[in-house]
């Protein structure tokens, strides 16, 4: 199941075209517009008016939720996202040019390189008010997830069983009608598992946009992710060690009150009409299933959605609808739509170049070019060691049903911890010893992204089957060869699926990994993170594009070049 | 049940269809100018091989597609979009997963805007009719496959058709489900339980339209046309062991095989003309074998009945066909009058050891099937004797759709490997002639 979300990115086309080219542009030129309005404005940004952090124990329940009430806020407006976009892009083949390709490099843009941009821009929308640094945070957590939901539901649409779409069309169902009695209902497993996965992301993000700095204003809202940068102020262990544990309490709440049961309630619009497989389970669930006032009390709710997901409205046609048409007008307009956004794309990244180089030069451009290679480097080579100590281990844990039952939850829990929660503390350790930053703060990539592959190996290794296993006892595999001919193969698909989760979430860790504070220090490596981050603490926004763009197109390119070419291999050649 | 002057339901008149490529060319017709008509009281089955575009001939008249060319009216109205007044049942039952057993009955008239009350009444008689009493809240699931067929059935009856569509709704289940599932249909049918006027099924199951259908039209492939219309005279309950039932059964037979059999010079000398244009079956070598140890086996001793063969090899006639006809192109075996029968090689070739079979397979692909003769032609050419398959791909699209093109690729490896005439490798996607060592 963990399949889901990168099988559908490997479905996707492999080598960059030029449609990736206008997607980058425009993105870029977007970002570069809301640096440019706030140049304009040349003002410092007015600093709301937040409540200072206080290290007292007391208030972190209060500060978990308002951290746990922003992850909710940006759910529902990925959910809304996702809904939309998505929904559009699956129903109109001209929208689908440009948005999917968008979307596509989106998933690749360093999340957290945004930060800067969205905290300008939602601060100047409310001036002087707390509300603009919360829209900004909850965006930061958005951006975190919409994309790859929208991705997701996107790839469901498309694969709607084309018999259950024919006795949809057969009843004349409305577009609305279809929509919710089929196409969403299809599109739920592998949208919850998705929304599952981002959420673990999600809570990187609310930590780390929680306590900003851009340029001289630094804002703070309260939450966990604040009440740790201030501990990391003061370098307060004691604090520290409360707010993990809170957080630890958090994601343990979320997952069993809220995922849990959606995922085994999500079990049933699986279409595959066997039944097998291992069915989840949530007390949450049966809790709620089995008591009778509850069933009782949210049945009439349950027939009014029902009844509204019947109403015979048509969704509204903005866009001609997917069908082949192959009347000379209809390739016309084509043409004419391909020149249209080729022209926009040009212009916008013309105007990003523009703008960026009003203060820098080539020069710069290949400076940040070589500090990208330094953080591909460490992404890829903490990526090997993070795999050569942990694959071995997962095999193991996972050829043990019984081990890996208890393994399991531990190393998805471990994912979904917000790691930057411990990074000031890791950072109090390399200034204590004195030790390299270019080496050690690597070492913080991979800290919080090393789970994926650990639960996905163990994933697959538990999936492998019993009589290959046999086979190879029985004709005396051992040792290397058994690696090699035999679970290494077997594990492969897994193993990508949670390598690759793992690698661009190690880009995005990369930028608040490669420069830390700690009290009144500040720790940094030479890498692209460290340069967008640092930019960012000063607020010069030409290198933050710079650097985020780079990013991008390394990003972009090794994910294109390397991960989908081994998963598409990997699919085709290894999947049991 | 069967009354000439009874009303016309369907009119299907003139209908072809062709699918066209991304780049809007053409390509080869999947229906050529089909007529015919549905009237009222009667079961009329569609009788043809997979790819002989029966289901598509089916969708074009439930409305679902549309036909490049023809027209099609239900009841005097000229069909333009999904139609008013028809059903269908499907080979995969197509049920909503996520919704019971009564949701799923319910969401024909529901979505139509039928009162809730209403929509309650007509979905609990169907589920009544049909013998679903007590499986109301269940999920399709939990339900076996004949259970779930019969919610496929009682879903299309609730909206009242005038029309049944049935697109080969029994052949996704076991014998014995299928048998009381038809047993059932027709019961109701002939009770008059259920308001349909009239069935139109499509199937490639020759006894399940000799048993159910009052008239059986047989559409043959590339491009699916009408090939030939038979009344069913037989009273229902039919009999699969009455002669007359064999003997109707034998007929279609003969009828399915021998099509081409008059003018077999003809056929040959175009074949040959085709050339790489001649789409291939994706058949498994060793199934080719064995079905040629069985023929010349007794009771058959080299001469097989087909719907004898079929039984004792438990084969549909999908399977069998292809099998039949890849013999049939290789010399091997040939088809008469509704039986398969094999030529001298055919015999000699059962006597062989493996290595001698191979030797003769090869022999006889190279000679008969131009498109094994065209690769080896051009492995030999090339210095480096290898050939990426996109290139042969490409020449076989110039005269057959891009599935066709693939398939008859697939079979062409498989037949090549088999024979060691040349080598596939998938990694490279290319033709050689080397193997590992």
Known sequence: ?576 | MLDPSSAILLDVSHVSQTYETGSGEARAPVLHDVSLSLRQGEIVALLGRSGCGKSTLLRIISGLSRPTDGHVSIGGETVDGPAEGVAMVFQSFALFPWLTVLDNVEIGPRAQGVPLDETRKRALQAIDVIGLDGFESAYPKELSGGMRQRVGFARALVVQPKILLMDEPFSALDVLTAETLRTDLLDLWQEGRIPIKSILMVTHNIEEAVLMADRIIVLSSNPGRIGAEIAVPLAQPRNRLDPEFRELVDRIYALMTQRPEPKRAEREAAAAAVGLGLALPLVSTNSLAGMLEEIAAPPYDGQADLPHLADSLQMEIDDLFPLGETLQLLKLAEFAEGDIKLTPTGKQFVDMGVDQRKRLFAEHLLANIPLAAHIKRVLDERPSHRAPATRFREELEDYMSEDYAERTLRAIINLGRYGELFAYDENAQAFSYENPQ
């Open chain 1, 1 to 576: 199941m963990s399949m889901m979300n990168v099988a559908a990115a490997a479905g996707r086309r492999v080598l960059p075209n030029h449609w990736d080219l206008i997607a980058l542009a425009a993105i870029m030129a977007v970002l570069t517009a809301i640096a440019r309005a706030y140049h304009g404005i040349a003002a410092p940004l007015p600093a709301p008016n937040v409540p200072v952090i206080t290290l007292d124990y007391a208030a972190l329940p209060y500060y978990a939720l308002r951290t746990a009430l922003r992850m909710f806020a940006a759910m529902f407006f990925s959910f809304l996202f996702t809904f939309t976009y998505a929904t559009l892009a699956a129903k109109s083949r001209r929208a689908e040019m440009a948005l999917i390709p968008i979307l596509d490099i989106l998933q690749s843009v360093p999340i957290l390189g945004f930060l800067s941009f969205t905290v300008t821009f939602f601060l100047g929308l409310f001036p002087g008010n707390v509300l603009g640094a919360e829209c900004a945070a909850i965006f930061a957590i958005f951006t975190s997830q919409a994309w790859n939901m929208a991705f997701s539901f996107y790839q469901s649409l498309r694969t709607v069983p084309r018999d259950l779409d024919e006795v949809a069309r057969g009843f004349r169902l409305t577009g609305w009608q279809k929509f919710w009695q089929l196409e969403a209902p299809f599109a739920v497993p592998s949208l919850v598992w998705n929304t599952m996965m981002s959420m673990s992301g999600g809570w990187f993000f609310v930590v780390a946009s929680e306590a900003i700095t851009v340029g001289d204003t630094t804002i703070t809202l309260p939450g966990v992710g604040s009440y740790i940068a201030e501990a990391n102020n003061q370098g307060r262990w004691d604090a520290i060690l409360a707010a993990v544990a809170t957080m630890a309490v958090v994601i343990l709440i979320y997952d069993q009150v809220l995922f849990r049961p959606i995922i085994a309630w999500a079990g049933k619009f699986r279409v595959e009409l066997s039944v097998g497989q291992q069915v989840e389970r949530s007390w949450v669930l049966e809790l709620l299933q089995r008591t009778n006032w509850i069933r009782r009390g949210v049945r009439p709710l349950f027939a009014a959605l029902r009844a509204a997901s019947l109403w015979r409205l048509s969704l509204p046609r903005v866009l001609p609808a997917r069908v082949f048409d192959s009347r000379p007008v209809s390739r016309l307009v084509d043409i004419a739509w391909v020149v249209v956004v080729t022209v926009v794309a040009a212009w916008a990244m013309w105007s990003v170049v523009i703008y960026v180089s009003t203060e820098l030069s080539w020069s710069d451009v290949g400076k940040v070019g070589l500090l990208t290679f330094y953080t591909l480097l460490r992404v890829v080579t903490l990526m090997a060691i993070a795999s050569a100590i942990w694959v071995p281990i997962s095999v193991w844990v996972g050829l043990r049903p019984r081990w890996a039952e208890a393994v399991q939850p531990i190393a998805q829990f471990l994912a979904a911890f917000p790691v930057n929660l411990l990074f000031g503390a890791a950072v109090s350790l390399i200034l204590a010893f004195n030790l390299n930053p270019d080496i050690w703060l690597s070492v913080l990539i991979v800290f919080g992204t090393q789970w994926y592959i650990v639960f996905n190996t163990i994933a697959g290794a538990a999936a492998f089957p019993n009589d290959l296993r046999e086979a190879a006892a029985n004709f005396r595999v051992r040792g290397l060869d058994w690696w090699r001919k035999v679970i290494l193969p077997g594990v492969a698909p897994y193993y990508l699926t949670g390598a690759i989760t793992a690698s661009g979430g190690s880009w995005n860790a990369s930028i608040v990994a490669e420069y830390v504070k700690w009290k009144d220090q500040t720790v940094a490596a030479h890498g692209v993170g460290a340069y967008i981050a640092e930019a960012t603490d000063k607020g010069d926004f030409p290198r933050i594009v710079l650097g985020v763009a780079m990013m991008s197109i390394f990003v972009t390119l090794f994910n294109r070049l390397f991960w989908r070419r081994l998963y598409a291999h990997a699919e085709r050649r290894l999947r049991l």
